[in-house]
């Protein structure tokens, strides 16, 4: 069988990679892809918002099931597309339709949905240009930090996290008045802050039946000791050493079948992953956010734990059979760091070529942003790739991943030196 996988970064590596463990693909097609991809599937060069351009590239390459890495598609509709279209409807799409990507692409959504299922989150009010003033009532009734962010789909840049009174109330008129994030800040959600350790835990589900997947931890400033700018992710570890089974069975039954049951009774038919962004505040999980699809880099370490056959997991979503599928991960711990672009997540420069990559012997490189240039590989984004190793202990993958990263070299290359310093 031949799959298509929609996206181009570490995550759709991963994807590909663990794809072909499964005695049952043929061949994996990857649009667009990366340099990683190039080397063991078949890039295709489309715009993967562009529907028709990918029922052509379907229906060309014969291909029998659709694997959505990014949220942008799903919250588009490619799900809702393929189930209206005559040749389309009956090849899988692993990846919600467009009601349940408003799980990520409405934080409004999301945050009623929670409320109306009884999921623990933080308290919140939703606001636009017409109720401004509301709005900074709202501000006022809450302790700093404050936190305010965008209603729809901001490229990960919509949320803020702001510990002046007057700076919230100025960046909230900047957001819904002047629509400093466009559209998407057209609505705001203001919601008190959640203290305690945050984590992720991803679900894959078919909509009945669920497979609860490792548990991991990103960390997504730019500098050490988790200082400086945002950004999409500097490095990852799974498990999390604080999510014991005591924690994640409040997780599963506080949040996770919450979530389940109260997609089926919305009428919600959700098939695919559901990235939930929790706090753990000392024992009791809150969620943070929810997502439409694996987090980046949490598939790194996610995906190389999962002792099983993943296609027959996507079949299982597919079918609604999932239950029926078995399911084992490693008792190893997997670390990821981040190389990432000079200057990222600010201005970079990208077509450096990059070098060592074939000395790299006790790690995976998951590329993320490269390309093939001139027969070499070169970047072409601001995180460039993520070096995951597996370990029994923290220490130990660290290390593997670290002696790894010494071994490959571009122009003004970065990352973090202490991921997983608050684990250790």
């Given at each position: 069988?031949?799959?298509?996988?929609?996206?181009?970064?570490?995550?759709?590596?991963?994807?590909?990679?663990?794809?072909?463990?499964?005695?049952?693909?043929?061949?994996?097609?990857?649009?667009?892809?990366?340099?990683?991809?190039?080397?063991?599937?078949?890039?295709?060069?489309?715009?993967?918002?562009?529907?028709?351009?990918?029922?052509?590239?379907?229906?060309?390459?014969?291909?029998?099931?659709?694997?959505?890495?990014?949220?942008?598609?799903?919250?588009?509709?490619?799900?809702?597309?393929?189930?209206?279209?005559?040749?389309?409807?009956?090849?899988?799409?692993?990846?919600?339709?467009?009601?349940?990507?408003?799980?990520?692409?409405?934080?409004?959504?999301?945050?009623?949905?929670?409320?109306?299922?009884?999921?623990?989150?933080?308290?919140?009010?939703?606001?636009?240009?017409?109720?401004?003033?509301?709005?900074?009532?709202?501000?006022?009734?809450?302790?700093?930090?404050?936190?305010?962010?965008?209603?729809?789909?901001?490229?990960?840049?919509?949320?803020?996290?702001?510990?002046?009174?007057?700076?919230?109330?100025?960046?909230?008129?900047?957001?819904?008045?002047?629509?400093?994030?466009?559209?998407?800040?057209?609505?705001?959600?203001?919601?008190?802050?959640?203290?305690?350790?945050?984590?992720?835990?991803?679900?894959?589900?078919?909509?009945?039946?669920?497979?609860?997947?490792?548990?991991?931890?990103?960390?997504?400033?730019?500098?050490?000791?988790?200082?400086?700018?945002?950004?999409?992710?500097?490095?990852a570890i799974s498990p999390v050493p604080f999510a014991d089974e005591a924690f994640l069975h409040k997780v599963e039954e506080l949040v996770v079948k919450p979530t389940i049951e109260g997609l089926q009774k919305d009428g919600i038919d959700y098939r695919g992953f559901i990235f939930i962004g929790l706090m753990n505040d000392n024992g009791n999980p809150s969620v943070v956010e929810y997502n439409v699809r694996m987090g980046d880099p949490e598939t790194e370490v996610v995906l190389p734990r999962i002792e099983s056959d993943l296609f027959e997991l996507f079949e299982g979503v597919a079918n609604q059979t999932l239950n029926e599928k078995s399911f084992a991960v490693s008792d190893k711990i997997a670390t990821t760091v981040m190389l990432v672009s000079g200057g990222y997540p600010e201005a970079y420069q990208k077509n450096k070529e990059i070098i060592g990559l074939d000395t790299v012997d006790e790690s995976i490189v998951f590329h993320a942003g490269t390309t093939i240039k001139d027969n070499k590989v070169v970047t072409s984004g601001g995180r460039v790739m993520a070096v995951t190793s597996l370990g029994d202990s923290i220490e130990e993958a660290l290390a593997k991943s670290y002696r790894s990263i010494h071994k490959i070299h571009f122009d003004k290359m970065n990352y973090r030196k202490d991921i997983g310093f608050d684990l250790v």
């Open positions: 069988m031949n799959v298509l996988i929609l996206g181009s970064g570490g995550r759709e590596h991963a994807f590909t990679l663990k794809l072909l463990e499964s005695k049952k693909i043929n061949q994996i097609f990857v649009a667009p892809g990366n340099a990683g991809t190039h080397k063991i599937a078949t890039n295709i060069d489309i715009n993967i918002s562009d529907f028709k351009v990918i029922k052509n590239a379907v229906l060309e390459n014969d291909i029998k099931m659709v694997v959505v890495g990014p949220e942008v598609p799903l919250v588009e509709g490619v799900h809702d597309f393929f189930l209206a279209d005559v040749e389309l409807k009956n090849i899988p799409v692993i990846g919600p339709k467009k009601d349940g990507a408003l799980l990520e692409g409405s934080k409004d959504f999301s945050k009623q949905f929670m409320q109306k299922h009884g999921i623990p989150t933080a308290r919140y009010q939703s606001f636009t240009k017409d109720n401004l003033t509301d709005g900074f009532a709202f501000l006022e009734t809450l302790e700093p930090p404050f936190v305010l962010k965008a209603d729809g789909l901001a490229a990960g840049k919509g949320v803020l996290i702001l510990n002046s009174l007057d700076e919230a109330k100025s960046e909230l008129k900047e957001m819904v008045a002047n629509q400093k994030f466009g559209e998407a800040s057209s609505t705001v959600v203001i919601e008190e802050f959640l203290k305690g350790i945050e984590l992720s835990v991803f679900v894959l589900t078919d909509g009945i039946n669920y497979k609860i997947l490792p548990s991991a931890k990103d960390y997504k400033r730019i500098g050490e000791g988790d200082a400086g700018l945002n950004t999409g992710g500097m490095g």
